[in-house]
Structure formats: structure tokens, C-alpha cells
């Protein structure tokens, strides 16, 4: 009786043992709410990521355009700038700079570059004030003879002058004009030319530049462009021009003027309220200054965001905001500075 009882108490503690080990055929695993909770949250973890992707990715993009625009238009009003700083100024010739003056100028090869007035190509001639500064607002998109792609509404400026090196004999660029002086006359010749006899006279590269916005066609987009003509020998036209910098959508200019003499700007006009006298820069009328304004524009539209801004130009202004009044996607950024011309003062040197 003992054995059995022993034996029977034994079998029920296995039996007991066996029921609360693990089934080796059984796996554990999350419920259906788990899940769908478990994914919930994934969902609003990806979301912030992507969110804060986005933002990041938009600031960097305004950030970049931002910076190109900067770029763009400093680099525009600096090429203006220097240009305007060196107008007028040809070497150690000390007498106004005029046909009288030369003994010697070329004739260029192919239909020169020619701006308003009688005497206002690329080098001076018997007949008027030479004009070594002139300006135009477009009103069409041929503004003088040599363009035909301007867009209306921005400015067109000649620039004469000779570039502030003096060029050694040996050394001269057959593709370019130089001038050769002392302070009593010059001579004007191209670089594959015999060097006229100037007694005690140094050498200096001429230059005459345009400056100019067009629009380019670049793939589906199309991009503003300052374009800057530069004087070539041997070129067919002589002006030869190049796109300089992109995104520059407007350039305009107002002319300090002294209307009496007294060598101080008595106010500034644009362009088209320019006078002969003033271009002439003859007796007590002269141009003195020149503030520049230059409006860059981004390259890409940017669909997130409406331009509804107004733009002060001088004595104008605009926008680009359509008869619905809705602006486009473009970003922009006004410059602008003021240059005093030094070697606008005096029809002579001291």
C-alpha cells in the first residue's frame, strides 16, 4: 500500500512538472493592437523626420539662392563700378580727349557700335564733342544700332577709356587698340600695327565697352544676362559681345550733373532726361557721378514662393506683378551704389 502510494504521488508530480513547461510547438508574438499601435507611432516618428528633412532642404535652397543673388549682383555693380571709375581717363594726355588731339585714328573694321549723337562710336571723329559717356533706357529691343535683343525697360551705358596699365611695345595684343601718349598728344593704333612716333609716349589699351541685359534661352528656362561689348581689332562687328553674368534682370543708371559749374552735383537725372550739353560734358555743364541700380534675379522659379515686391530704380519703379495681381516665383534683390568720376572734372589736367 505505501509502494502505490508512493508511486501514484510520484506520477502526479510529473504530470504537474510536464503541464508547466513551455510548449516546445507554441511561439509568442504581438497582438493586433500591438501592431497597429506599434505603427502608429513609426508613422509619427517618420513624419517629424520627414518634416524636418523638408525644412532643412527648403532653408538650404533659400539659403543658396540667397547667396547667388548676392554674388551675382555685387559682382555686376563691381564691373560697372570699376569701368566707370576709369571713364575718361586716356593716359598722360592732358588735353581733353578729342580727335585734334591724335595724331593718329583707325578706322574699324565692320559697322562700329554707335550711341545718340553726332560724334559717339568707338573713337572720336572731326565733327562734335566726342562722348566718352553716353546712356539709353530701352524702349524697344534695338536701342542703338549694334543691339538687337534688349530688354525694355533696362539701360544701355558706353564706357570709353583706357585700361589704368601701361602695355610694354613688345607685348601688345594684335586683337586689341591701344593708345599712345604724352601730355601733349597720342595716336590711336591696333596691336598689329606699327607703334605710331609718339615722343616720350607710354602705351595703354583702349577701350570702349557697352553694357546690356538681354534674356537667354537656357534649355526650358529662360535667364536674364548682363552682356558687355568689348572693342576688337579685326572683328566683324568690332564690338564684340559676351554674356559676363547671369540672373541680372535690370540695370539702370542716374547721372549726377553739375548744371553750373561749380564742381558740385546739382541733382540726378536718368537717360531719357539727359541733354546733349550734359552728354557733351562741354563748358559748365558736366557729369559728375553715376548711381548704379542693378535687380538680380534668381535663376529658378521657386513654386513655394509669390514675389509681390516693388522696386525702386532711380526714379522708377517695378514689380512683376501680372493684371490678377499675383506676383510670379522669383526671387530678387535690389543693389545699388553711387560712383564719383575723377576724371570728369576738368577738361585739362594741371
Given amino acids: 500500500m505505501a509502494l502505490f502510494t508512493r508511486y501514484f504521488m510520484h506520477q502526479s508530480n510529473r504530470k504537474y ?39 532643412m532642404r527648403t532653408t538650404s535652397e533659400q539659403t543658396s539662392s540667397f547667396g547667388e543673388l548676392q554674388e551675382n549682383g555685387r559682382f555686376a555693380v563691381s564691373i560697372l563700378t570699376n569701368d566707370l571709375l576709369s571713364q575718361n581717363f586716356f593716359g598722360d594726355l592732358a588735353e581733353n580727349f578729342s580727335f585734334s588731339a591724335l595724331s593718329a585714328v583707325p578706322a574699324v573694321v565692320g559697322s562700329d557700335c554707335i550711341g545718340d549723337g553726332i ?11 566726342f562722348r566718352t ?19 525694355v525697360g533696362s539701360d544701355v551705358i558706353q564706357i570709353k577709356r583706357v585700361i589704368a596699365a601701361e602695355e610694354s611695345p613688345t607685348a601688345l595684343n594684335n586683337k586689341r587698340y591701344y593708345l599712345i601718349s604724352n601730355q ?12 605710331p612716333v609718339v615722343n616720350l609716349g607710354r602705351i595703354w589699351e583702349y577701350q570702349a565697352h557697352v553694357y546690356y541685359v538681354h534674356n537667354d534661352v537656357q534649355g526650358n528656362t529662360t535667364v536674364p544676362v548682363l552682356m558687355q ?11 564684340d559681345f559676351s554674356p559676363i553674368i547671369d540672373g541680372i534682370e535690370r540695370i539702370r543708371f542716374m547721372y549726377g550733373v553739375d548744371t553750373d559749374g561749380d564742381g558740385f552735383v546739382n541733382g540726378y537725372l536718368s537717360a531719357s532726361n539727359m541733354t546733349s550739353t550734359y552728354w557733351d560734358n562741354e563748358s559748365a555743364s558736366k557729369i559728375l557721378a553715376v548711381k548704379i ?7 529658378l522659379p521657386d513654386n513655394q514662393y509669390e514675389n ?8 522708377i519703379n517695378i514689380n512683376f506683378i501680372d493684371t490678377n495681381g499675383k506676383g510670379d516665383h522669383y526671387r530678387r534683390l535690389l543693389f545699388s551704389t553711387t560712383v564719383s568720376l575723377p576724371n570728369a572734372r576738368t577738361d585739362k589736367w594741371p
Fill in 229 to 239: 561689348g568689348s572693342l576688337r581689332n579685326g572683328s566683324l562687328p568690332p564690338i
Fill in 133 to 151: 559717356l553716353w546712356g539709353t533706357t530701352a524702349t524697344n529691343n534695338k536701342p542703338i544700332n549694334c543691339i538687337n535683343d534688349a530688354i
Fill in 184 to 195: 601733349n598728344t597720342g595716336a590711336i593704333f591696333a596691336g598689329d600695327a606699327p607703334v
Fill in 308 to 315: 509681390t515686391n516693388t522696386y525702386q530704380l532711380g526714379d
Fill in 293 to 299: 541700380y542693378v535687380l538680380a534675379r534668381s535663376i
Fill in 17 to 55: 512538472v510536464l503541464n508547466t513547461l513551455p510548449n516546445a510547438h507554441q511561439q509568442a508574438g504581438f497582438s493586433l493592437i500591438e501592431i497597429f499601435v506599434s505603427l502608429a507611432i513609426g508613422l509619427v516618428l517618420l513624419a517629424g523626420i520627414l518634416s524636418i528633412f523638408v525644412g
Fill in 119 to 129: 560724334n559717339n562710336a568707338s573713337f572720336p571723329t572731326a565733327t562734335g564733342h
